[in-house]
């Protein structure tokens, strides 16, 4: 006789259970519907860095010997007009990277690395003035 008792509990506490597991996979379901809007929240992102990088590069401009500033995805550029004079780069880490203008074979790694991708990155810069 107990044991007839439980069944309408046991029942009701299944029910209970799939409907709590299927409201939160409609929540999650709901929250992935559209993947465009979470690449957009992140392109948002990337476009709000990129306009700080642009705006802080053009604190570079009119400074003397410089000939060019370009604003990139994470580092800021900044050419010398100076014979040999190469260019600085101010990272997104706030660090500063001096490359002058020489031979492939005598320039630091990490000098080398930026000048070797610059080709690949170019398209990401923005020339600040």
């Known amino acids: 006789m107990n044991s ?36 957009a929240r992140a392109d948002g992102a990337n476009n709000g860095i ?5 705006l802080k590069a053009q604190e570079y401009c009119g400074a003397e010997n410089v000939a060019g500033v370009f604003a990139c995805k994470s580092y800021i550029e900044v050419q010398s007009s100076l014979l040999g004079g190469g260019s600085k780069y101010y990272l997104q880490d706030g660090s ?13 790694a990490q000098c080398r690395e930026l000048y070797e991708n610059k080709e690949a990155s170019a398209p990401e810069c923005k020339q600040a003035c």
């Open 4 to 39: 007839i008792k439980l069944i309408p509990v046991a029942l009701l506490s299944l029910l209970l259970v799939l409907a709590g597991c299927a409201g939160q996979q409609g929540a999650n379901s709901a929250q992935d519907a559209n993947p465009a809007d979470s690449i």
């Open 50 to 54: 990129a306009q700080s990088m642009e």
């Open 96 to 108: 500063q990277l001096e490359c002058p203008l020489v031979a492939l074979e005598y320039m630091s």
